[in-house]
């Protein structure tokens, strides 16, 4: 940098403007230029005794208006933050809302793919893979092709004559065959892994049959067959070693 160079950067080194690679050059030529390091100190004395004058120059303002202003911006930015908070308290609420109602619509039409789907698997009469063993075995040979334990509901007036290994919406699951005491129609129970677990059993139907719901921790269990649902409430297990009540089932058509 030449001394001609110094004078348009001047003013912005004193100020603080510079750029950095710019105030490093400048500060190197000062160190090793007498007259322009000189020229420098009195510019900044200049500039310094300029805004000194012009702050004692500026009358100051009364300390109760001060005080004043000060208690103002304290209230409005208490306002403020109670309005900002009540705001995203009501879009809280209201995204809270869509997302339980949103939920509990995708659950219900998740589970009514699933009954449409069983129904479909009763309908189609599928060949059993395993077939005479009694409950205990057939969860045996469930659990094994599975990879996690089944129960093989007692239902009353009703034998489990085997199983069938399906898949339902993607998922390994298991379809088990049940034929019912002086009922030509068999029974079929589909149970896979279920993520829309419930506490309560839940009714539905599907191509023209009944189906009820229930589930044994994530397991879900889907029995669909042609009686009322008066009947098929007799066939939803309680807790594991719980008697049943006996049916007397009629299929639905002979209600009428």
């Not at 300390?63 to 308290?89: F, N, T, V, Y």
Request: glycine content about 6%; hydrophobic content about 40%.
């Amino acid at each position: 940098m030449t001394c001609e160079d110094l004078e348009p950067l001047l003013h912005p080194f004193i100020d603080g403007e510079l750029v950095a690679a710019d105030q490093a050059e400048l500060e190197s030529h000062l160190l090793t230029c007498e007259s322009c390091a000189k020229k420098t100190h009195q510019e900044r004395l200049a500039v310094d005794l300029i805004r000194s004058h012009a702050r004692a120059a500026q009358p100051k303002a009364p300390e109760a208006l001060k005080l004043k202003l000060l208690d103002g911006i304290h209230a409005e930015s208490r306002i403020e933050k109670r309005r900002a908070a009540m705001r995203w308290a009501a879009a809280a609420a209201a995204a809270g809302i869509a997302v339980f109602a949103g939920q509990r619509e995708w659950r219900a039409m998740q589970m009514q793919m699933l009954v449409d789907d069983a129904a479909g698997i009763h309908v189609h009469g599928y060949p059993l893979d395993v077939q005479g063993k009694p409950p205990t075995d057939l969860e045996t040979a469930i659990a094994s092709q599975l990879g996690y334990n089944v129960h093989v509901p007692q239902i009353p007036n009703a034998t489990a004559t085997g199983a069938r290994f399906i898949h339902v919406r993607g998922k390994d699951a298991v379809l088990i065959r049940y034929q019912l005491t002086g009922h030509t129609q068999p029974l079929s129970l589909i149970v896979a892994d279920d993520e829309l677990a419930r506490d309560e059993p839940e009714y539905d139907a599907a191509r023209g049959y009944n189906a009820v719901t229930w589930h044994d921790g994530n397991v879900g269990y889907h029995l669909v067959t042609d009686l009322d649902e008066q009947d098929i409430r007799q066939l939803v297990p309680g807790p594991r070693g719980t008697q049943l009540p006996s049916l007397d089932a009629r299929p639905a058509a002979l209600q009428h």
